[in-house]
């Protein structure tokens, strides 16, 4: 039977839980150490489909600041995230940017956009 241990990352708590391999159980996998359904849940899309928020900034220009926080709308498939990151690399946005706008629509074709996290105007 493989296993595999994780720290959960879904609340403050930090639950260890232990992944096992149980074509038994019904979604494949049994998780222990969980003290809450988010963690088994978490647990189970570790195993079967990894996926994170992206955090990061791009470039701006006539801002106050030289560059512009920026976070995706969703969660990423974690295998995407380097790919994602070359583009947003990539990115230089001018002011004025208010929090909540579209800087990358759509990226990679995930249905996940890349917004800014604050407002920056011209100065």
Do not use: H
């Amino acid at each position: 039977m493989d296993s595999k241990e994780i720290i959960c990352i879904v609340c403050p708590i930090g639950c260890r839980l232990l992944i096992e391999k149980d074509e038994s159980e019904q979604m494949g996998y049994k998780i222990s150490g969980n003290k809450c359904k988010r963690g088994f849940n978490y647990g189970i899309k570790e195993m079967t489909n990894p996926t994170r928020v992206i955090t990061s900034t791009v470039k701006i220009k006539y801002g106050l600041l030289p560059r512009l926080p920026i976070k995706s709308d969703g969660e990423v498939p974690k295998g995407k995230i380097p790919r994602c990151m070359e583009i947003i690399n990539q990115v230089t946005i001018q002011t004025p940017i208010y929090i909540g706008d579209i800087i990358i629509p759509n990226i990679l074709d995930t249905g996940i956009n890349i917004i800014a996290s604050r407002d920056m105007e011209t100065f």
